[in-house]
């Protein structure tokens, strides 16, 4: 069955530090897809990545970047140089299928504060 | 390119009356599309999947009596809360899987709430 855990539940940090959130995931499929999206405070999702699992190249986009590990089931995302913009809470997903045609499960999330 | 339109994006309702929920690919057409709540504080959950032209598939425990769905085109699928009562009251978001198997959109979110 699919599972992902982000086990943090809150991160606090001061503007300018760098954070990672962590993203564990579970999956008997072999092909399958992972995703991060950014939820501000107005509820709108916001696409960040999405990675499939025969790519584990680790990339980078700007002041983001993700390090995707299969040999322990984990997609890691970090911020460099955190910004109050950056306040969110950040939600790791899981597809699976050849297509990521499957339905999407969510991890909890993890609420992220970031202070001036 | 890639948009998912989603209204209304607030519904106030009173308990017992129905509301609609309409999730709209604007410039893709979408064969499944996917509806999720969200509670305050909490991950999304999916609801159903929905898919154009047959009957929706629930996941276990959401009344498919309760929430109805109905995909009747390629671009447009929508929620029905019928009978609905403050345990409702919640965020509702759909996405849609694009026809190219390009990935998934998510509509903006309707906020319910039902007093």
């Known amino acids: 069955a699919q599972k992902v855990t982000q086990a943090q539940t809150e991160i606090s940090v001061v503007e300018k530090e760098d954070v990672t959130l962590d993203c564990v995931y579970e999956?008997?499929?072999?092909?399958?897809?992972l995703f991060w999206y950014k939820q501000p405070p107005s509820g709108e999702l916001v696409f960040l990545i999405r990675?499939?699992?025969?790519?584990?190249q680790n990339e980078i986009s700007g002041r983001y970047s993700w390090n995707f590990q299969k040999s322990t089931s984990s997609f890691n995302f970090t911020i460099t140089a955190s910004q109050v913009v950056d306040s969110a809470v950040y939600f790791c997903?899981?597809?699976?299928?050849?297509?990521?045609?499957?339905?999407?499960?969510f991890g909890a999330g993890t609420r992220l504060f970031v202070k001036a | 390119g890639a948009v998912v339109s989603q209204h209304p994006s607030r519904v106030i309702c009173k308990s017992g009356t129905s509301v609609k929920i309409e999730c709209r690919s604007l410039?893709?057409?979408?064969?499944?599309m996917f509806w999720y709540r969200q509670f305050p504080k909490q991950s999304l959950m999916l609801m159903a999947t929905?898919?154009?032209?047959?009957?929706?598939?629930?996941e276990q425990g959401v009344e498919k009596d309760k929430f109805l769905i109905n995909h009747a085109s390629l671009t447009l699928s929508t929620l029905t809360v019928t009978s609905a009562h403050p345990e409702d009251s919640s965020f509702y978001i759909c996405?849609?899987?694009?026809?190219?198997?390009?990935?998934?959109?998510f509509g903006s979110g309707t906020r319910l709430t039902v007093v």
């Open positions: 996405s849609a899987q694009r026809t190219d198997n390009y990935g998934y959109t």
């Open positions: 999956t008997r499929d072999t092909t399958y897809y």
């Open positions: 990675r499939n699992s025969f790519d584990e």
């Open positions: 997903a899981l597809s699976e299928g050849k297509t990521g045609g499957f339905k999407t499960i």
């Open positions: 410039d893709f057409q979408a064969t499944t």
């Open positions: 929905s898919n154009e032209g047959s009957k929706a598939t629930y």
